[in-house]
């Protein structure tokens, strides 16, 4: 009797740690699962040879334990991996891009619009991790490495691939994702890039304006809906303009630089013209793009887009999570007749809105004081402060890390654009004058910027109660809801007014 008590104990802990298994991976993820994805998954588990790995992964949610290993973001032994190649010694031309494809050109003839200079007044500044391994990367270079696939097909190109015919692949049926030509376990070095961090600033970190505030701050009164605006509703008055933006009259539109700023811009130009190159404080190789985009009364969307060759995923228990080739981190700036209002980061999946005045900011009392990102380490994912941010799993066991590293001025070096989110599908998208020849063909490119996700069969993936080793990498900025009417992503909008209200919770909560 004795013995039956102690299996039926047995039996009911081994029904309840199945049971939980299963349900941990719904209770994480956020949006439930379609039918179409769910026969996905069906599909990716099949890809295992190994009887035992499909049945736990089915019952269990535990995928791929025999590949379970290491991964660090550098490459420890260069024999350990064999071959660093990722199945690219092979060809097959199943699908052709036709040599005759229209590449979209702007007329030379139409004028361009420029770059509103209080777009550059604030533009934001990135806190690269200090100790991050995976460095901007320029999207120019990002296509020398990769190879367009249609599903697990490769498309044989007639010509290079370029940032100006990188959309026609988007002709061929299937899903189209950008393959590494290289292991990426092998650590290549154009997925570091290395070459492309930013030149250290000269003085330390002592004009920085933090505004910590309460978490139980009040809402400043807004005058009118700037934060609800696209061209189809247009800007409403709610309030008597006496104010400043927000009530905060030290929020204003520069109307010229002060004279120690201009100076020094003077020194810097003069500098960039001797060493026939940029190489000055904050400057990095690889250059941000700057998207605007035109809501109509008076509201300007600037999106600063940040492009990374890799994306290192984080630890649970010494597990990473979440890796994938290419990532795509953006933060938006939206302005009101040239004043700025609130700022968006771009976390994840998500992302968390700040009202303007709750931005930390760089800058001396003769400056325009510009906003300060903080970049998390491997993900990339954007906050307004540094520290731990935990995030879908409890006790911080999955979390981002951010500091005040190598500080990234985006402003130095960056392609720049205006779009109409309301034109024709491949139409829209115009260079500024500032650079007339910039590509436009990569941002309606609609596939992946990365490898598709590593099946189970492959040793390199895992996936451990429902968070993979392995995703696949993610779609581009035309895709990021350009035309939003919120300054979120999402329709689901919270404006937080300090940083003290922002700790309290995350992208996912």
């Known amino acids: 009797m004795y013995q039956l008590h102690r299996i039926a104990i047995a039996v009911a802990i081994f029904l309840l740690i199945v049971f939980t298994l299963s349900a941990l991976p719904r209770a994480l993820n956020p949006v439930p699962p379609s039918k179409e994805k769910i026969e996905a998954d069906q599909r990716w588990v099949n890809t295992s040879p190994s009887w035992l790995d499909r049945q736990a992964c089915r019952w269990v949610s535990l995928c791929g334990l025999m590949h379970l290993k290491p991964d660090p973001p550098v490459r420890l032994s260069s024999a350990r991996e064999g071959a660093c190649t990722n199945g690219m010694g092979h060809r097959a031309a199943y699908h052709v891009i036709r040599a005759d494809a229209e590449i979209q050109n702007i007329s030379k003839t139409k004028e361009l619009k420029g770059i509103p200079s209080y777009v550059l007044d604030y533009a934001p500044l990135v806190h690269l991790y200090s100790e991050e391994h995976f460095w901007p990367s320029d999207i120019d270079e990002h296509v020398k490495h990769v190879t ?24 061929h049926a299937g899903l189209i994702t950008l393959k590494s030509n290289d292991n990426v376990e092998c650590r290549p070095e154009w997925l570091h890039s290395t070459t492309n961090i930013p030149v250290l600033f000269e003085d330390d970190f002592e004009d920085y304006d933090v505004d910590v505030g309460t978490p139980e701050r009040k809402r400043l009164e807004a005058q009118t809906t700037w934060f ?66 035109d809501k109509g009364s008076g509201i300007v969307d600037a999106f600063w887009f940040f492009f990374y060759a890799y994306n290192l995923g984080q630890t649970v228990l010494g597990t990473r999570y979440g890796n994938h080739v290419g990532d795509w981190e953006h933060a938006m700036i939206r302005f009101e007749s040239g004043v700025p209002r609130a700022m968006y980061f771009s976390e994840h999946e998500g992302g968390q809105a700040y009202a303007w005045q709750a931005v930390e900011k760089r800058g001396n009392a003769t400056q325009t004081r510009r906003p300060v990102i903080y ?15 935990p995030y879908v799993l409890p006790f911080e066991w999955l979390k981002d890390q951010t500091d005040r590293g190598r500080l990234w001025d985006p402003s130095k070096n960056f392609r720049s654009y205006w779009y109409d989110y309301s034109a024709a599908e491949g139409e829209g998208l115009e260079p500024t004058r500032e650079n007339p020849s910039a590509p436009t063909g990569w941002f309606h490119y609609r596939g992946q910027w990365g490898d598709k996700m590593y099946g189970l069969g492959d040793s390199r993936q895992w996936r451990l109660f429902g968070q993979y080793h392995y995703v696949t990498g993610p779609q581009g900025p035309k895709f990021k809801n350009l035309g939003r009417r919120k300054v979120c992503q999402s329709s689901r909008c919270r404006i937080i007014h300090s940083i003290a209200e922002g700790r309290k919770g995350s992208w996912f909560s």
């Open 148 to 171: 367009p696939y249609a599903n697990d097909a490769p498309i044989n190109l007639t010509e290079v691939l370029s940032l100006s015919n990188l959309n026609e692949v988007d002709a």
């Open 228 to 293: 609800d605006v696209d061209k189809e509703h247009p800007l409403r008055r709610i309030s008597y303009p006496k104010k400043g933006p927000d009530g905060d009259p030290k929020i204003r539109r520069p109307s010229k630089r002060s004279y120690i700023s201009l100076a020094r811009e003077q020194r810097r130009i003069a500098s960039r013209e001797l060493q026939n190159k940029p190489d000055d404080e904050g400057y990095s190789q690889a250059p941000a793009t700057l998207i605007l985009v």
């Open 375 to 389: 970049s998390a380490v491997g993900s990339h994912a954007m906050y307004a402060m540094p520290g731990n941010h």
